[in-house]
């Protein structure tokens, strides 16, 4: 969502943040995480002990003989340095403890060769944990002495792993990697591991609704099909209600009844999470599907679930299945001032009966088919998607295709130009082209924007489908939300710097901003502000949100360009988006990665730009 000041709204926001510790129900909390200790898990990691617990691939690795020398102490790890067709590896099993925050490896790494190539990568060496490839370094890398290299692999908290070098040489002139000092440093607070597995996955939505005459009202019946993905068995799930932020539990926009499947227990969090506990435990792998009765009441408002006059706009009104990953079930309260949403990747299919005269845009690929006496029916499916939305209302329609061939659709309230709708056809397709050339081709088909000036938020974007103002810049950015938070998934509520930040960075290319003047202003409020930070925070800091997760973050991303290079950047942000489609991405994974596209110690550009995890 590109955010506007908003005061009242957000002050609704710290209402429902307040009422959480009172409206959560007990067996809803996570289990207390384990208590970090502080500790440095690699074992010998400075070589002075013998070999174990290394594993070497041949004897003789871990030495002392002449030739080389040690960072620290005598002995030191000498891998190739052969001058033929030759592989060395080195590794170790360690276990990164549950519960730390942060968890760094750090080594010494000297490199010297015979190699006169200045631009050929002829001998390689490689880190990793676990499948992970931390870094791989080269003849081209050589140095007169030992340089110390440090990784992020907080992500690995709560997993055993191995630890491995592993260097290869080609036919001819040697090149030698030598290693010494090898640390894995746990310390932090009490951080549960955020990136175990995630469950119920796989959901598949099935949804039939017919509306009244304004498209205000819509009811029928949803079921959900899921299967359990973790080793814990699974004896309940939560269906988040939303939209029911936008009202009272008295008179609740959004209401589940006659639920099948499973036993409705007490909504929770103003009403916004309802508890369904199955008949069974799902143990892992196990599937299950529940069904129920489903009522959507559209407010009146120009917001992203609200009407204004003859226009509906109906988005988070779907019940979607909560997530449960090493911190327990995600249950956090609705913002206005930004996204609390957490979702895995879905499959949708959804019929809407209406009346012909409204024209009905939503999620996914849509059919229309003959309903009742003056009815159609607007079928949509959509495949892994985070989320469903859909409009309704007598628009005016334009549509097109982007010049990589993307079916975009703009649907126009009354009072929006001719040739404003068209300027914004030609704005989407021109970023939804922009975005799929850096980041990978856009996968959900066809792309619907909806656009009507009296958004008090700029604009608000779900999978295939995005609300807007009439602005270039808004709708690029929501249009760059279908990688950053659609395809590259995060948890908004905790990170919303991961959508937020990176779709903000991502506009700024698309629209050939450099951010070279980004940090001409910079005025941090406070020690305890971060870019990292999440929707707790900005619900109690909101004159501050947008400046520091849109503004600094994207700023922060600028200069990791310029660290890493241009062409470097542009590769890290490809493959991380490849590497987590459809997936979820956090803090750590990111910091993690970008570690490994530079020899460059982060470490400190992470401190400088606040940002944590």
Not at 94 to 117: K, M, N, Q, R, Y
Not at 465 to 477: K, P
Not at 488 to 496: A, C, F, I, M, S
Not at 583 to 590: D, I, L, M, P, R
Request: hydrophobic share 40%; glycine share 8%; charged share 15%.
């Amino acid at each position: 969502m590109r955010a506007t000041p908003h005061k009242a709204l957000a002050a609704s926001a710290f209402a429902i943040a307040a009422l959480v510790a009172t409206a959560l129900p007990a067996t809803s909390a996570a289990a207390a995480p384990a208590a970090c200790t502080p500790a440095q898990v690699v074992a010998n990691g400075g070589l002075e002990s013998g070999t174990s617990p290394w594993t070497q691939s041949q004897t003789g690795l871990i030495t002392n003989r002449t030739g080389q020398s040690a960072h620290g102490g005598t002995y030191f790890a000498w891998l190739n340095g052969v001058g033929s067709t030759h592989t060395d590896t080195l590794s170790q099993s360690v276990t990164i403890p549950s519960g730390c925050s942060s968890a760094s490896l750090t080594f010494w790494l000297h490199v010297d060769t015979t190699e006169t190539t200045t631009s050929t990568k002829y001998d390689k060496l490689t880190a990793k944990i676990g499948t992970t490839t931390l870094a791989t370094y080269s003849n081209l890398d050589k140095n007169t002495g030992y340089v110390q290299k440090i990784f992020d692999v907080s992500a690995f908290a709560g997993q055993t792993v191995s630890l491995a070098f592993t260097g290869t040489e080609d036919s001819s002139l040697k090149t030698n990697f030598v290693l010494d000092d090898i640390a894995l440093n746990t310390s932090g607070g009490t951080t549960p591991p955020g990136d175990s597995t995630r469950t119920p996955a796989a959901p598949a939505y099935t949804v039939s609704l017919s509306s009244n005459a304004a498209g205000t009202v819509w009811t029928g019946h949803q079921s959900a099909n899921f299967t359990n993905a973790s080793a814990t068995p699974l004896a309940e799930v939560y269906l988040r209600l939303w939209d029911n932020y936008h009202g009272t539990c008295a008179a609740m926009p959004i209401v589940v009844s006659n639920v099948t499947g499973g036993t409705a227990g007490a909504l929770s969090v103003n009403c916004t999470a309802l508890k369904i506990d199955l008949p069974a435990p799902l143990t892992q792998g196990q599937s299950a599907t529940i069904g129920f009765d489903l009522g959507i009441t559209v407010p009146s408002g120009a917001d992203r679930f609200g009407y204004d006059g003859a226009f509906s706009f109906i988005g988070n009104a779907l019940p979607v299945l909560a997530v449960r990953d090493g911190a327990g079930w995600h249950l956090d309260p609705y913002t206005n001032n930004g996204e609390s949403f957490y979702s895995l990747a879905s499959d949708f299919s959804v019929a809407l009966d209406h009346p012909s005269s409204l024209l009905v845009p939503a999620t996914g690929a849509s059919v229309d088919t003959p309903g009742t006496s003056g009815r159609t029916v607007t079928t949509a499916t959509a495949s892994k998607v985070r989320d469903f939305a859909w409009a309704a209302g007598p628009f005016s329609k334009i549509s097109g295709t982007s010049p990589a061939g993307t079916p975009v659709n703009v649907y126009s309230v009354s009072g929006i130009s001719a040739s404003d709708s068209q300027s914004m056809l030609t704005t989407a397709k021109s970023a939804v082209d922009a975005h799929s050339a850096r980041f990978g081709a856009y996968p959900y088909g066809e792309l619907d924007a909806v656009i009507d000036n009296n958004f008090w938020f700029g604009g608000m974007e779900y999978p295939g489908f995005v609300l807007d103002l009439v602005s270039t810049t808004a709708l690029t950015h929501e249009i760059a939300h279908q990688w950053w938070y659609g395809i590259v998934g995060d948890d908004e509520y905790t990170n919303p710097w991961l959508d937020e930040a990176f779709t903000d960075y991502a506009t700024d290319l698309a629209q050939n901003k450099t951010g070279a003047s980004c940090w001409n202003s910079v005025s941090w409020a406070s020690s305890a502000e971060k870019i990292s930070n999440s929707m707790a925070y900005w619900d109690t800091h909101s004159s501050r949100y947008s400046t520091v997760i849109y503004g600094y973050g994207k700023c922060a991303l600028h200069d990791l360009r310029r660290v890493l290079g241009d062409t470097a950047m542009a590769k890290l942000l490809k493959d991380y988006a490849t590497s987590h489609w459809y997936g979820v991405s956090t803090t750590a994974e990111f910091k993690a990665a970008a570690q490994a596209a530079t020899t460059t110690d982060l470490t400190s550009f992470w401190t400088t730009h606040r940002i944590d995890g």
